[in-house]
């Protein structure tokens, strides 16, 4: 059933109320025209339940922009939307066409610094967050009495003499709902095993995130990236105000999954009134890093599920804890994150 303003309906009741469905909720293609985002497609979801989200399939199908009711969730990075065009991933170039987002992809060959390895360079958090979908839809369709929101594309992270890797990702929302769905399944399309490693950046950011903001993880063991996340160990679940002068700090958790295998992670502002909560298999993404930045104009938290240290692939050879894709093998991995007002 479709649930809208605290009462259920059917298929039958919804279209006798509405000639058209996307009056309550819709997924509209667009194109941004203007600046570094210009030619960036664009695929714009409203649940109809206060929840309206970007995606971009022209960069990974990621989740740039998102709200609730209104107040902004996510993270717009200073460099805002950026087409592929204008990414040049060299050296710190990364830092020019970061976009933030709610959601942006890190993989497939490396996450973490750059790096070069039997003379392959390896830029910032990799290659598939600036990788164009292809083979993309957008439809809404009822299954019985529910009504989905649904875009699908594929990324190719592929090399002559090289990997043969393919990231399918479908994305989901259901009408009165404030869910979403990320369900990707990563191909290794070749008949010799590969490494990989992957990362699902997301990120918050003001209003949602202040000064305010309570972060609830599951129990876990915590452990400092660095000397700089050491200094901050005792105060890595709060938030400060914008501090002028502050160094990024990184926070690995080995987190307790619940029964099911499944691992929570609570996002809560009580002043307004708005909780998010990111859930996702562990299985297949076993770390859990947390990324805080207090600093001023990068103000932003990200929650990081994760199959590796946000080192370096050179790093992850050396520890020898690199993970490894089955010749033709297909690993699937599904989270979702969930915003609602606080009960």
Request: charged share 25%; hydrophobic share 35%; proline share 4%.
């Amino acid at each position: 059933m479709a649930r809208l303003n605290e009462k259920d309906y059917s298929k039958e009741e919804m279209l006798r109320y509405c000639g058209n469905i996307n009056q309550i909720g819709s997924i509209t293609k667009s194109s941004l025209l203007d600046g570094k985002a210009d030619g960036t497609n664009i695929y714009t979801v409203k649940t109809g339940g206060g929840l309206e989200y970007t995606l971009v399939p022209s960069k990974c199908l990621d989740i740039t922009s998102l709200s609730f009711k209104g107040t902004n969730i996510s993270l717009l990075a200073k460099p805002g939307i950026t087409s592929p065009k204008y990414a040049h991933p060299f050296g710190n170039d990364f830092l020019y066409y970061v976009t933030g987002g709610m959601l942006f992809t890190c993989g497939l060959k490396n996450v973490g610094s750059s790096c070069e390895e039997n003379g392959e360079y390896h830029p910032i958090h990799g290659r598939i967050g600036i990788t164009p979908a292809q083979n993309t839809s957008a439809r809404g369709y009822w299954v019985g009495n529910e009504y989905v929101l649904e875009a699908y594309g594929e990324m190719n992270e592929s090399a002559l003499f090289g990997s043969n890797l393919c990231l399918k990702r479908t994305i989901s929302s259901k009408l009165g709902q404030n869910e979403i769905i990320i369900n990707d399944v990563l191909e290794n399309n070749s008949p010799y095993e590969e490494d990989f490693m992957l990362l699902y950046h997301f990120n918050f950011g003001f209003p949602f995130l202040d000064e305010d903001t309570k972060i609830i993880f599951p129990q876990n063991n915590i452990e400092p990236r660095d000397k700089n996340a050491e200094i901050g160990l005792k105060e890595s679940e709060k938030n400060s105000l914008p501090l002028d002068n502050y160094d990024e700090q990184v926070f690995y958790r080995d987190v307790v999954a619940d029964k099911d295998g499944k691992v929570k992670i609570q996002i809560i502002n009580n002043r307004l009134g708005i909780k998010a909560i990111i859930e996702y298999e562990q299985k297949n993404l076993p770390i859990l890093t947390q990324w805080k930045s207090m600093k001023s104009t990068d103000y932003a938290l990200g929650i990081e599920p994760c199959n590796c240290l946000v080192f370096s692939r050179v790093k992850a050879q050396e520890s020898g804890k690199i993970k490894k894709i089955k010749p033709f093998e297909k690993i699937e991995f599904i989270l979702k994150l969930l915003i609602s007002e606080l009960i």
